[in-house]
């Protein structure tokens, strides 16, 4: 599906050139319609499902040509994820860089998709990250990025393309997803912490509303608002839990 994108997706592209006062405006309006965010997701799942093709069984000649979208951590990188409300959580992450819709261009440097998909410890649940790349990038763009990855890769043709290439099928493929948003810091401006009150709220209104959609019914988990902690000590990478829902 090269250079294939759906309006969703367009739609995130236009909110990156607003400031922070024209994002709050727009979040405002999907906080306050949020069935508008509905509709948009469903738009792009079912363009993706009906762009999709069925994955050969075996590449004859050995390659992907879609393995060069990809950074393979081998399992080597864990993400610990820090709060107050229990122990650590582990996620194993089994690639960085995948682009749900491949571009011709590498995900590690147009950060349009998925910085990192893992899976969470003695679970079947996979996880679908993006992190801060720019200083402008906030909360709610990245709700957008990851919401926007989510309805590209849950189609069914998609999701075997993922457990192929990444996860390399140790996740089953009714799996649940869980969705995380990483910033470098904590956001300290009023009207940057407004706007992330706002995107916990939008989070939350989409949730409820997705998992009554039959065909998503089980599949989403949590949302996450991280950020790396800077007092954390050891060889995992940490973030601590900034919002869940």
Not at 155 to 177: G, K, M, N, W, Y
Request: aromatic share 8%; charged share 30%; hydrophobic share 35%.
């Amino acid at each position: 599906m090269p250079g294939f994108s759906t309006p969703f997706r367009d739609h995130y592209e236009h909110s990156r050139t607003l400031d922070c006062a024209g994002q709050i405006e727009e979040c405002t309006d999907y906080v306050q319609h949020p069935d508008v965010l509905l509709t948009e997701f469903l738009e792009s799942y079912y363009l993706v499902e009906r762009q999709s093709e069925p994955l050969p069984e075996e590449d004859p000649d050995g390659k992907d040509e879609d393995e060069c979208v990809l950074e393979p951590f081998q399992d080597s990188l864990q993400l610990e994820i820090l709060s107050d409300a229990g122990p650590p959580e582990r996620i194993l992450c089994a690639g960085g860089a995948f682009d749900p819709l491949p571009s011709g261009e590498h995900p590690a440097v147009h950060h349009r998709g998925l910085d990192y998909v893992g899976m969470r410890e003695s679970s079947s649940r996979i996880v679908l990250g993006v992190t801060e790349a720019e200083q402008e990038e906030t909360t709610y763009l990245l709700l957008l990025r990851v919401l926007n990855c989510f309805a590209e890769v849950a189609p069914p043709f998609q999701l075997a393309r993922l457990r192929r290439l990444v996860v390399r099928e140790r996740i089953r493929s009714d799996a649940t997803f869980d969705l995380q948003i990483g910033l470098s810091n904590r956001l300290e401006f009023a009207a940057e912490t407004a706007l992330g009150q706002l995107t916990r709220d939008l989070a939350e209104a989409f949730k409820r509303r997705i998992l009554r959609q039959p065909q998503f019914a089980g599949t989403l988990g949590w949302i996450d608002c991280l950020h790396l902690d800077a007092e954390a000590k050891g060889l995992h990478t940490s973030l601590r839990l900034d919002w869940r829902v």
